[in-house]
């Protein structure tokens, strides 16, 4: 299977109260399909995704760069660069390094002044560090949900050794984590939104000024990166968990409850690992469900 190209810029877009958006595409990666699509069967989701000779999916590793209030934002850092060879090999990574991606855009890691980890997995986490294991932007702070570091640093079997937490210590020690519980505000029109679900201390980033009464297809509404509680939009129904989510139940009733607002408010959607075109629109099904508009 032949992957088109490795960094791809997205066109910028604004939303309410001039936040700009920019899609930045930092690789690819290929998560097992079985995981990725949890107890749905391979009969229902390979009417939309093809795997590979290995039983995998080929997804992307998608950045955003928010700019709002005379800050830049970047939403998730990909895998980084310091994942093993055999690691690479079995995840299918290309890639991941977001320094190298934000290059392509003309950035600069410099110019960051907050990092959004939605949560600690490898793929979202991973390029917290460069290669030397120092913070790969040198003058952010990471904003993670207090709950997801607790969950890195916790007791819990389940999620020994799939937490980053040799990066998270070292953006901690460098004094650069800002730990953060809830809804927080990080610049006015830029929110992040702890959700859990996927992992205990899951966030989503909710982008645009509230404006009560925004309607769906208006391009200066609001937006929502909804990090692996919707990793793509094969996850909208909101029964589709994956088997990566640590706590399913919780999964499915977030994903309601916030899909109905997406539908209610306009929201436009980004996904972290979608490999189409985004942002896209959410709309309710006859039925009770969600779908995307196409
Ligand atoms: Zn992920």
């Known amino acids: 299977m032949t992957t088109p190209a490795l960094h791809e810029i997205g066109e910028p877009r604004t939303y309410a109260g ?9 690789g690819w990666f290929r998560p097992d399909a079985g995981g990725f699509f949890g107890v749905v069967p391979r009969p229902l989701w390979s009417r939309f995704v093809e795997a590979d000779e290995r039983g995998r999916i080929l997804c992307r590793l998608n950045l955003l760069l928010i700019e709002a209030g005379g800050k830049r934002i970047l939403v998730e850092t990909g895998t ?36 959004v980890v939605t949560h600690l997995h490898y793929d979202h986490a991973g390029g917290m560090v460069d290669a030397s294991g120092r913070p790969a932007f040198p003058n952010a702070r990471y904003v993670v949900q207090r709950d997801e570091a607790e969950a890195a640093h916790g007791d ?19 004094g650069q984590l800002a730990e953060v519980n809830g809804e927080v505000e990080l610049v006015p029109g830029v ?19 509230e404006r009560p009464g925004g309607r769906s297809g208006d391009p200066t509404g609001q937006a929502v990166l909804w ?11 909101t029964r589709w968990t994956s088997a990566f989510d640590d706590y399913p139940i919780d999964a499915i009733e977030v994903r309601n409850e916030l899909l ?4 209610v408010e306009g929201w436009w959607s980004y ?11 959410i709309e309710a099904t006859e039925r009770g469900g969600y779908r995307t508009v196409d």
């Open 260 to 263: 109905g607002r997406a539908v």
């Open 80 to 115: 980084g660069v310091r994942m093993s060879a055999k690691d690479r090999d079995i995840k299918g990574v290309e890639g991941g390094d977001p320094v190298e991606a934000l290059r392509a855009v003309g950035e600069g890691p410099a110019t960051i002044d907050f990092v």
């Open 156 to 174: 819990e079997l389940r999620v020994q050794g799939i937490m980053e937490v040799e990066q998270l210590d070292a953006v901690r020690a460098a």
């Open 227 to 237: 990090g692996d509680l919707i990793p793509t939009r094969w996850q909208v129904p």
């Open 271 to 281: 996904f972290t690992h979608d490999p189409g075109e985004m942002p896209v629109r």
């Open 18 to 26: 001039g936040v700009d958006v920019r899609v930045v595409r930092a």
């Open 191 to 209: 929110r992040v939104l702890r959700t859990g679900g996927h992992t205990r201390g899951s966030q989503a980033v909710l982008i645009g000024l």
